[in-house]
């Protein structure tokens, strides 16, 4: 790891290879930690880096520390301006990803969440792709997306990604991009690390919060473009996993696989193999607003370093 960079790791800026924690550190032992993941984009014509939705990702890190029973350091004003701060200090000219994580750090043994230390930490790196963007191949997992019961599927919990692994590996393995995990009782869920959209008869559905999703960001952002953009509702249903074989566009979509369209499901060819046009009308809107090239959304972007656009004639 370049020796250069920095992160903020419990109350001060240090350099990334001197954050580290112990073996008997109980989220490390536990998964008993919570995190976020949220990306910046650098727009070359401006040389500006813009940080997308910081404040919407950190209301999300309070709500998933608050179930895990930690409060987090600093208010959402604070957070956002520590990473605004991290990304300036680290002076980067690329697209970058952020992670924060609050975490349980006593060095103990003892399963639980009560009477345990706290640690937060928020570091930055150069990030391309996360997966293929020009088309994928998905299988419904075998493995069932977390039920709510079990642990909260709308918290960001570094403990539930296991089931994220294992649904991811499986379509690996099975020579497929990604996964579908359904509900317990049988309806679609979401990908391994992405909500999913249908355009089913017309229509663009995808699963409610009660399906055990996480309530993606990205999600929120597809939701408003496709009325912006395209004038349709997005409708939230439960949805049956036979219905995406017949549907004529599927994508996932999330903060570090941004918009994924997906060609081949179970190996069936959904919307006759190719890429449709409310995808790519999602995609490319997508990559206007997270590049600040659409002036309806400046509210999401953070501007990482203090210069004016460049205005050329
Ligand atoms: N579901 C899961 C399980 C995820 O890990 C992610 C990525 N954070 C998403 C959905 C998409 O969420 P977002 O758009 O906020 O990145």
């Not at 939705?53 to 987090?72: G, N, P, Q, T």
């Amino acid at each position: 790891m370049n020796s250069q960079v920095v992160c903020y790791f419990n109350g001060s800026f240090v350099p990334l290879q001197d954050a580290k924690v112990g073996v008997m550190t109980h989220a490390f032992n536990y998964g008993t930690a919570c995190f976020e993941g949220i990306r910046a984009y650098w727009n070359a014509d401006e040389r500006q880096l813009y940080a997308f939705r910081l404040a919407d990702h950190f209301d999300r890190l309070r709500r998933s520390a608050h179930m895990l029973m930690i409060e987090l350091p600093h208010d959402r004003d604070t957070l956002c301006e520590i990473t605004r701060d991290l990304l300036e200090r680290n002076a980067f000219e690329g697209d970058v990803y952020v992670r924060p994580l609050a975490y349980l750090s006593s060095e103990m043994i003892g399963v639980r969440l009560h009477n345990v230390e706290h640690g937060f930490v928020i570091y930055a790196v150069p990030f391309g792709d996360y997966i293929e963007t020009g088309g994928i191949r998905a299988i419904t997992s075998s493995w069932r997306r977390i039920d709510d019961n079990a642990a909260p599927a709308r918290a960001k919990l570094t403990g539930i990604y296991v089931n994220s692994a294992f649904a991811k590996t499986e379509a690996f393995l099975n020579g497929a991009d990604e996964a579908i995990m359904l509900t317990d009782d049988g309806h679609v869920s979401e990908g391994s690390a992405e909500n999913l959209f249908a355009l089913v008869a017309g229509e663009l559905v995808t699963p409610p919060p009660t399906d055990n999703i996480l309530l993606g960001i990205t999600r929120d952002t597809v939701i408003r473009l496709a009325e912006d953009r395209l004038g349709m509702q997005v409708c939230q249903r439960s949805i049956d996993r036979s219905e995406l074989y017949g549907a004529d566009e599927l994508f996932l979509c999330g903060t570090g696989a941004q918009i994924v369209p997906i060609t081949q499901l179970d190996h069936r060819a959904i919307g006759g193999g190719r890429v449709g046009p409310v995808t790519t009308a999602i995609s490319r809107g997508y990559m206007d607003v997270v590049h600040g090239r659409d002036g309806r959304y400046q509210e999401w972007l953070t501007p990482v370093y203090q210069r004016e656009p460049d205005k050329r004639p």
